[in-house]
């Protein structure tokens, strides 16, 4: 078959032709083997092989067509020779064969007799570790599907050099995405290392080489045409890191040798040395042998070398130098020297005497020491003292002003006794305190949701859920089943502490039985701590037992919060939030003038004055003006809550409409009326900084008229009945944006914007760390004083042995009372701890500083910052060491330096007391459980917290199932069988029955 040629004519056959016109046959082209391709555009199709007669003329240039069931894609040539050609496959929108057709001018050539394919794009599931030091060469493991098909697998990193990132180009590119930023800055340029296919679903990349001048702009996988963004994967950026700092063996001769004696181990210094890098990524080389890595920390790396010295890999040295390989990353550092002989030969006798020198000098020193210390601590004790009489002196100064203030705070809290002592204390019902103790921080938890299952299954499931019930009360499968769960990896803390509250949820109504598993879990908890230290044991939260204990402690103790300690509690609160609102609060920061905490206190000086406004209360028909006292320079929505405060007096917080919900308008006369808001378009700007309104902002005097208002729907606000369930109220966040510009009220946080929040955060750490001044401490003194009584009334209601002790507490004391004389622990000490770790710094403390856990109160950020400090005292109370304080001491403990001792001694009465008292109660605690079962049983979703719990069997199914197996007595009880019946009915869960 000829090839036409256009645009040719051919001569006559008389016509005389200098050069002779030559028909060749079209060549023929086949595939060498079957191949497959992606979807993806632009991947190299393997070579076709193009038989081209000869002699040799030019053709038409040819092209490759890839035939879809929609259209016929042509492919781009890379490459043409006599014998092969290279093309790249265009895309196509479905998988399947196609038939490769191949063009050369209006000639065409099928291979015919194979087909090739499309098959899916790769997918990347997961890639790990996700960081890097710049050397690169770190081996990340990728998983996916798909990878063997791509031919050219790389990783590939965006840089760009750090000269470049000026402060005009990020404003110019600051409406781009980061993919437009990547086309339009000219500056990057990419760094890429091959990957190697393992199989369909593995492969390994090493990290490229990264200068340390440059930034990095963004990391992906290049599968061919396929890119797949490393953030794309499991929505975590890759990172690099400065590389590891290797100090030489022999830093004060690095040109001499190390020596080093057999037997032992080669210690290497450094920096960052684990930083992006892992002990089994590490190999280190003394010449020609491995010097094997044992241990690799932040600063160190120890490894074992040969017993024999081995031979040196470097010309010009007879010495092996040890190197250290970390990926691309190599570093020599040194030459070692084994110094074999050294222990046999005899010690020459200057070293002797150098020797005996030394140990003299070394006694001398540690005298010397042993007198500065004792010297230094005389001068400590002085300084104590010294301390304690500047404060004493402090208080005194500003005893008549908290004398006055006392009287203004006692005048307003008789007015509160009389409601308080009956209906008026706001405590919670058993179930929202139970919910808030048990799940805090969970916005809906189990106790309110209800089984979300369809009504086809309802029946089998709650079948199976009782059955899971009746499991749960084999005391062996409870405790299989909890240690089962804290040994697997991947259960967390939270999950530990959740499993818990499940737990409790679920043998409420048995808590009897509840308070026998736990002492058994507490006994092994005693065996593991004792064979370790004993002092940490209940220390945190870290076993399901120890969060069994909280919850168990919050059940017994809510009948003495609700008699005894809830008043104490609420009257403290409303002193805190009294005094704190009578002076300044930033709504923007939460600091304020009257606190205790001086990390919350405003410093800066400002001037307010006090007024009070003339609130219109609608109060059935008729309307009656109520007094509220107020700051001029208070904003709106805090104006709105200190209304809110005096008209709902004495009311449940979640019974009162929400600050949001209402819009305050100022009432004026004949002027009309206004709606005041803390941000509208009379707000005062000045460069990115926007202040809210206050009162002072829109010139309202004193005694002017305002009423609350329902919003309209249109301005978004939050409904009238609203129940906020954690009665926390954070101000606004520090540095939060509005449309470019930062809120400000009382102070500015920062008046640099720009300044990086680390930066800021650093700063207010130094500003914390310095010695407060006098007459800041004076404030807090002042604060302190004021709120004394009401401290002093909620530790004696908690401590006090005036009346019988809570049941609980002495039946606990009693148990770790006699786990101390069972394990031989007859350090006073120790046992004092485990006192106080299971009950005031696990139960009390919690209380102290989350009110709105026990009584329905809203708690600002400025009221928490006061309870902190109220709930540190405590813990110092607590501790058994010594109380000393000097002028670097926190501030927190300078304010009760006076008090603390005293309520060290309050702690230790009651534990002595308890101690003293008769024992044998535990007749009367099962009695009291027994009680406490029928009274709140049914507050608890029993169902949802079962169903609850499935979930974490079914995740490690496998595992305890061949716990129960292992034991002899769970076999004979048939545990495994009866929780397979479960799974069976819960989830239709095919099992081996």
């Given amino acids: 078959m000829s090839l036409p040629t256009p645009y040719v004519s051919l001569p006559t056959p008389d016509a005389s032709l200098p050069t002779p016109y030559v028909f060749l046959s079209t060549p023929n082209v086949s595939l060498p083997t079957p191949y497959v391709s992606l979807p993806s555009p632009y991947v190299s199709l393997p070579t076709p092989n193009v038989s081209l007669p000869t002699p040799y003329v030019s053709?038409?240039?040819?092209?490759?067509?890839?035939?879809?069931?929609?259209?016929?894609?042509?492919?781009?040539?890379?490459?043409?020779?006599?014998?092969?050609?290279?093309?790249?496959?265009?895309?196509?929108?479905?998988?399947?064969?196609?038939?490769?057709?191949?063009?050369?001018?209006?000639?065409?050539?099928?291979?015919?007799?194979?087909?090739?394919?499309?098959?899916?794009?790769?997918?990347?599931?997961?890639?790990?570790?996700?960081?890097?030091?710049?050397a690169g060469g770190r081996v990340i493991m990728v998983t996916g599907r798909n990878l063997d098909v791509v031919q050219q697998p790389i990783l590939a990193v965006w840089v760009e050099p750090v000269e470049v990132q000026r402060v005009r180009r990020r404003r110019r590119l600051a409406l781009l995405t980061s993919r437009q930023q990547l086309v339009f800055n000219s500056s990057l340029t990419t760094v890429m290392e091959r990957c190697s296919i393992l199989s369909s679903s593995q492969m390994t990349c090493r990290t490229p080489e990264v200068s340390a001048d440059f930034k990095i702009k963004g990391v992906w996988f290049q599968m061919d045409n396929v890119r797949i963004h490393f953030e794309s994967i499991k929505?975590?950026?890759?990172?690099?890191?400065?590389?590891?700092?290797?100090?030489?063996?022999?830093?004060?001769?690095?040109?001499?040798?190390?020596?080093?004696?057999?037997?032992?181990?080669?210690?290497?210094?450094?920096?960052?040395?684990?930083?992006?890098?892992?002990?089994?990524?590490?190999?280190?080389?003394?010449?020609?042998?491995e010097c094997e890595v044992k241990t690799l920390d932040n600063t160190h790396?120890?490894?074992?070398?040969?017993?024999?010295?081995?031979?040196?890999?470097?010309?010009?040295?007879?010495?092996?130098?040890?190197?250290?390989?970390?990926?691309?990353?190599?570093?020599?550092?040194?030459?070692?020297?084994?110094?074999?002989?050294?222990?046999?030969?005899?010690?020459?006798?200057?070293?002797?005497?150098?020797?005996?020198?030394?140990?003299?000098?070394?006694?001398?020193?540690?005298?010397?020491?042993?007198l500065m210390y004792r010297r230094k601590s005389k001068q400590a004790l002085r300084d104590y003292k010294k301390v304690l009489v500047q404060l004493e002196t402090l208080e005194i100064n500003v005893g008549d002003q908290c004398r006055k203030e006392f009287t203004d705070l006692m005048t307003e809290m008789?007015?509160?006794?009389?409601?308080?002592?009956?209906?008026?204390?706001?405590?919670?019902?058993?179930?929202?305190?139970?919910?808030?103790?048990?799940?805090?921080?969970?916005?809906?938890?189990?106790?309110?949701?209800?089984?979300?299952?369809?009504?086809?299954?309802?029946?089998?499931?709650?079948q199976g859920l009782q059955q899971l019930n009746n499991l749960l009360n084999n005391r062996l499968f409870l405790t299989r089943f909890i240690h089962t769960l804290e040994a697997q990896q991947g259960f967390s803390q939270r999950d530990r502490g959740y499993v818990a509250s499940l737990l409790t949820m679920a043998l409420h109504d048995k808590l009897e039985y509840f308070t026998e598993v736990m002492k058994t879990l507490l006994q092994d908890l005693v065996q593991q701590y004792v064979a370790k230290n004993p002092k940490l044991m209940l220390r945190r939260t870290e076993t399901v037992v120890e969060k069994m204990l909280t919850n168990w402690m919050s059940i017994c103790l809510y009948s003495f919060l609700k008699e005894v300690a809830g008043e104490p509690l609420y009257m403290l609160y409303r002193a805190i939030k009294y005094q704190v609102d009578k002076g300044p609060v930033d709504s923007v920061t939460g600091k304020a003038k009257r606190t205790l905490n001086d990390s919350h206190l405003l410093r800066e000086d400002i001037d307010y004055s006090a007024m009070t406004l003339t609130v219109l209360v609608k109060n059935g028909v008729e309307v009656q003006p109520c007094p509220v006292k107020v700051l001029d320079i208070d904003t709106i929505t805090q104006v709105k809550d200190k209304i809110l405060d005096q008209v709902y007096r004495g009311a449940p917080f979640s019974q009162r409409p929400a600050a949001d919900s209402l819009d305050l308008e100022w009432r004026s006369g004949q002027a009309g009326h206004l709606t005041l808001s803390d941000d509208d378009v009379t707000a005062v700007v000045h460069g990115r900084w926007k202040r809210l309104n206050t009162l002072q902002h829109y010139k309202v005097p004193d005694g002017a008229t305002v009423a609350l208002i329902p919003r309209s729907q249109s301005s978004g606000g939050v409904g009238v009945n609203q129940v906020f369930q954690t009665?926390?109220?954070?101000?606004?966040?520090?540095?939060?944006?509005?449309?470019?510009?930062?809120?400000?009220?009382?102070?500015?946080?920062?008046?640099?914007?720009?300044?990086?929040?680390?930066?800021?955060?650093?700063?207010?750490d130094r500003e914390r760390a310095k010695a407060i001044p006098?007459?800041?401490?004076?404030?807090?003194?002042?604060?302190?004083?004021?709120?004394?009584?009401?401290?002093?009334?909620?530790?004696?209601?908690?401590?006090?042995?005036?009346?019988?002790?809570?049941?609980?507490?002495?039946?606990?004391?009693?148990?770790?009372?006699?786990?101390?004389?069972?394990?031989?622990?007859?350090?006073?000490?120790?046992?004092?701890?485990?006192?106080?770790?299971?009950?005031?710094?696990?139960?009390?403390?919690?209380?102290?500083?989350?009110?709105?856990?026990?009584?329905?109160?809203?708690?600002?950020?400025?009221?928490?910052?006061?309870?902190?400090?109220?709930?540190?005292?405590?813990?110092?109370?607590?501790?058994?060491?010594?109380?000393?304080?000097?002028?670097?001491?926190?501030?927190?403990?300078?304010?009760?330096?006076?008090?603390?001792?005293?309520?060290?001694?309050?702690?230790?009465?009651?534990?002595?007391?308890?101690?003293?008292?008769?024992?044998?109660?535990?007749?009367?605690?099962?009695?009291?459980?027994?009680?406490?079962?029928?009274?709140?049983?049914?507050?608890m979703n029993n169902l949802v917290a079962l169903h609850e719990l499935y979930k974490y069997i079914n995740k490690y199914y496998d595992q305890i199932i061949m716990s129960l197996d292992e034991d002899s007595s769970g076999q004979k009880m048939q545990l495994a069988y009866r929780l397979q019946q479960v799974a069976a009915l819960v989830e239709n869960k095919v099992t081996d029955l």
């Fill in 235 to 289: 929505g975590q950026s890759f990172t690099y890191y400065p590389n590891p700092d290797f100090f030489r063996l022999n830093r004060e001769a690095p040109n001499a040798p190390y020596r080093f004696k057999p037997g032992g181990v080669i210690a290497v210094e450094g920096q960052d040395l684990t930083r992006a890098i892992s002990r089994q990524e590490v190999t280190a080389r003394l010449g020609n042998e």
């Fill in 727 to 764: 009665g926390e109220k954070t101000p606004m966040l520090e540095g939060e944006e509005e449309e470019g510009l930062r809120l400000w009220h009382l102070v500015k946080s920062s008046e640099d914007p720009d300044i990086p929040k680390h930066r800021k955060s650093s700063m207010r």
């Fill in 774 to 939: 006098e007459i800041y401490l004076t404030r807090l003194l002042s604060m302190k004083g004021t709120l004394q009584k009401f401290v002093d009334d909620v530790f004696v209601a908690i401590l006090s042995t005036k009346r019988p002790p809570p049941i609980a507490v002495r039946f606990f004391f009693d148990f770790l009372d006699d786990m101390a004389e069972k394990h031989g622990i007859d350090d006073p000490e120790t046992v004092h701890i485990w006192k106080t770790n299971s009950l005031p710094l696990r139960f009390w403390v919690n209380i102290l500083k989350n009110p709105q856990f026990v009584l329905d109160v809203q708690v600002t950020d400025s009221i928490d910052a006061v309870l902190s400090v109220i709930a540190q005292t405590f813990i110092d109370s607590c501790t058994t060491s010594e109380h000393k304080v000097g002028r670097d001491s926190p501030v927190n403990k300078l304010l009760y330096a006076r008090e603390i001792p005293r309520y060290k001694q309050l702690v230790e009465r009651y534990y002595s007391d308890i101690h003293s008292a008769a024992s044998g109660c535990y007749q009367e605690m099962n009695s009291t459980l027994t009680e406490l079962s029928g009274s709140f049983a049914s507050e």
């Fill in 59 to 134: 053709l038409p240039t040819p092209y490759v067509s890839l035939p879809t069931p929609y259209v016929s894609l042509p492919s781009p040539l890379e490459e043409v020779n006599d014998t092969h050609l290279v093309c790249q496959t265009a895309s196509s929108n479905q998988t399947g064969g196609v038939v490769v057709r191949v063009l050369f001018g209006k000639a065409e050539r099928t291979i015919g007799s194979m087909k090739f394919r499309y098959l899916d794009d790769p997918v990347i599931t997961e890639a790990s570790p996700a960081e890097s030091f710049y």
């Fill in 414 to 462: 008789m007015d509160l006794s009389s409601d308080v002592g009956g209906p008026g204390l706001p405590l919670l019902d058993y179930k929202t305190y139970a919910e808030r103790v048990f799940f805090p921080g969970q916005h809906v938890a189990p106790l309110t949701r209800q089984l979300d299952l369809p009504e086809s299954r309802r029946q089998t499931v709650e």
């Fill in 301 to 370: 790396l120890y490894c074992e070398p040969p017993e024999v010295q081995p031979m040196s890999v470097d010309d010009g040295s007879e010495l092996p130098s040890l190197k250290v390989f970390m990926g691309n990353l190599q570093v020599d550092l040194g030459l070692v020297q084994y110094d074999s002989d050294s222990l046999l030969s005899p010690v020459p006798l200057a070293a002797q005497i150098g020797l005996a020198g030394g140990a003299a000098i070394i006694i001398l020193s540690v005298l010397v020491v042993i």
